[in-house]
């Protein structure tokens, strides 16, 4: 949600197009009604096949089939919260495909894709996350003040951050 939506000048805290902010779990919950899909403006947005009704908005890339059917399945589920801040974060075996590439799904590729490769990063294939390792790990180990910090928009926890570096500092594997 932050890498599509919540971009600056899009639905971020400062922007909010259209009175819709999808920074957090209590904005984002607005946009949906649990076990509903139907009445959920957040799903129909994002699978809207007309492209000036669908978000996020061309150029943009629409939401892949593994995210729709990501979002598909918590409205299903009830729309819980599940991130739970209780200081557990694991950094001794970092999965590129079950950790990094989540995350980079979920904060980066919004902006650094296929179709859009703001800053001339592409993170969509893996050879470009390997290659850019170095410019990854200094982005995200900046102040979230500072105008060159990844992602913009979206502050990654701690935790998803120290992931990363660790599987950097693991060898960065495609595993």
């Known amino acids: 949600m932050i890498s599509n939506c919540a971009m600056s000048g899009c639905h971020d805290a400062t922007s909010r197009q259209k009175g819709v902010q999808l920074t957090d779990y209590t904005s984002i919950r607005k946009e949906v009604v649990s076990q509903n899909l139907g009445d959920s403006e957040l799903y129909d947005v994002i699978t809207d096949t007309d492209p000036d009704k669908r978000m996020p908005p061309p150029p943009r890339p629409a939401f892949t089939s593994t995210q729709i059917d990501l979002v598909q399945r918590w409205i299903n589920e009830g729309?819980?919260?599940?991130?739970?801040?209780?200081?557990?974060?694991?950094?001794?075996?970092?999965?590129?495909?079950?950790?990094?590439?989540?995350?980079?799904?979920?904060y980066c590729v919004g902006c650094h894709n296929n179709t859009l490769s703001e800053g001339g990063l592409n993170l969509v294939p893996f050879s470009q996350v390997q290659l850019n390792q170095a410019s990854i790990y200094q982005r995200i180990s900046l102040s979230p003040q500072d105008p060159a910090y990844m992602p913009k928009g979206g502050n990654m926890s701690v935790c998803k951050t120290n992931q990363i570096k660790a599987w950097i500092h693991q060898g960065a594997q495609q595993n």
Request: proline residues 4%; hydrophobic residues 40%; neutral net charge.
């Open 79 to 106: 729309a819980r919260n599940t991130f739970r801040p209780d200081g557990n974060c694991d950094t001794s075996a970092i999965s590129f495909a079950a950790v990094v590439r989540v995350t980079l799904d979920q």
